[in-house]
């Protein structure tokens, strides 16, 4: 069983940056790939980034590659989404989620989910 706690949300202008972390329990973290999802209102939850379970691959959506650095500290069972250049279209609640599995996508393919972090960008 893993636990998940996001934080690290706000209000933001565009063009600015925030820090997410996801803060796991548990021994098992490091058996586990990390993803970050996101869910506007009214639209369906989307994959945001992924990493491996050791940190060495990484894979991002089209929309924030460039933008958007996902890592991970497996000595303090911590994931994080650092996010520059914030735009108005990337306000959303942000989801950490776990996976047994490398590399997946859709939301179907996590096993533990956290409460979620808004994020809101300002134009």
């Known amino acids: 069983q893993v636990q998940l706690v996001e934080s690290g949300g706000g209000l933001v202008q565009a063009g600015g940056s925030l820090r997410l972390s996801c803060a796991a329990s548990?021994?098992?973290?490091?058996?586990?790939?990390m993803g970050w999802f996101r869910q506007a209102p009214g639209k369906e939850r989307e994959f945001v980034a992924a990493i491996s379970w050791k940190g060495g691959y990484t894979y991002y959506a089209d929309s924030v590659k460039g933008r958007f650095t996902i890592s991970r500290d497996n000595a303090k069972n911590t994931v994080y989404l650092q996010m520059n250049a914030l735009r108005p279209e990337d306000t959303a609640v942000y989801f950490c989620a776990a996976s047994m599995e490398w590399v997946v996508t859709t939301t179907t393919g996590y096993d533990y989910w956290g409460q979620g972090t808004q994020v809101t960008v300002s134009s």
């Open positions: 548990g021994r098992t973290f490091g058996s586990y790939a």
